[in-house]
């Protein structure tokens, strides 16, 4: 059985000298069980179909009764662009709380409709790596929903020395539809990006990063996962029968939700 309630901080420092990410060289990662409890029950389950009618998996979280975050990447193909495929996700599924290839606490949808941030619209980067969900309805019973934050840096500097980040996600390398979290602390801040030792896998990527503001208060989200360092040659770090686990020195990294991120995702990504 899984508790999820922070660990104190200095014993975490002190494992995290030994345990930076990616995933290496220890997998920290956990199974979530009790995925229809918040906040793990806002972690969805995304599959999406780019034309082939093959169903691929990423992550997304819910922000409202009917609105998801996840990475642009995970809604549109930038390979498939440059190869002059489709590159537009044509359907995705949306399965909160999944807890395995069968349980689906809260059902699924189909989404009725995605957006991609501007700036990655026009130019693909991991700066702007952010995609937005609809749906047409809620899902009954609710799962709940994230409330975001945009904390500046002074602000960032103080969580670097008092919280944890934590990130729950649906990781490609593990049983299908299994939800598996991590936390540890936030290492580096730029502009855009926060660099983290959380330890994650693809599929992991458009899950969010939050913290608890206060020991015990509620989970805010800061930023939304999107990539590893550069892989190994046999694939991603850790992430593959074979392939090793990272060596020290390397940092998963999340899109910041800055203050204009946030106004733009409040007008639905349209412009």
């Not at 998996?57 to 922000?63: E, H, K, R, V």
């Not at 290839?101 to 790596?129: C, E, I, M, T």
């Not at 996962?225 to 190994?232: D, M, N, S």
């Not at 990294?253 to 946030?262: A, F, I």
């Amino acid at each position: 059985m899984m508790l999820f309630s922070p660990a104190p901080f200095e014993l975490d420092r002190l494992a995290d000298e030994a345990d930076y990410a990616v995933v290496g060289p220890t997998d920290g990662r956990a199974r979530v069980t009790h995925t229809n409890r918040f906040p793990h029950s806002a972690v969805c389950h995304i599959e999406r179909d780019f034309g082939d009618g093959r169903l691929t998996g990423c992550t997304a979280f819910l922000i409202s009764p009917t609105r998801l975050l996840t990475a642009a990447h995970c809604i549109t193909s930038p390979i498939r662009q440059r190869l002059g495929l489709p590159n537009l996700a044509v359907r995705i599924r949306v399965t909160p709380g999944r807890a395995s290839r069968d349980a689906r606490p809260f059902g699924w949808q189909w989404a009725k409709q995605w957006h991609v941030n501007p700036p990655y619209r026009n130019r693909p980067s991991g700066l702007h790596d952010v995609g937005l969900i609809e749906l047409e309805r809620p899902f009954s019973p609710s799962p709940g929903h994230f409330q975001l934050w945009s904390p500046n840096r002074q602000d960032l500097e103080r969580l670097r020395t008092t919280r944890l980040l934590h990130i729950s996600g649906y990781p490609a390398d593990k049983p299908d539809g299994t939800q598996w979290e991590h936390s540890e602390r936030l290492d580096r801040i730029t502009e855009r990006q926060v660099f983290y030792s959380v330890d994650t896998c693809p599929g992991h990527s458009g899950a969010p990063v939050w913290i608890h503001r206060q020991q015990a208060g509620a989970p805010v989200v800061i930023a939304v996962h999107t990539a590893g360092p550069r892989p190994h040659s046999g694939g991603a770090w850790g992430c593959r029968p074979g392939v090793p686990l990272a060596p020290a020195g390397l940092f998963n990294r999340g899109v910041r939700l800055t203050p204009d991120l946030l106004r733009s995702i409040r007008t639905g990504f349209r412009r």
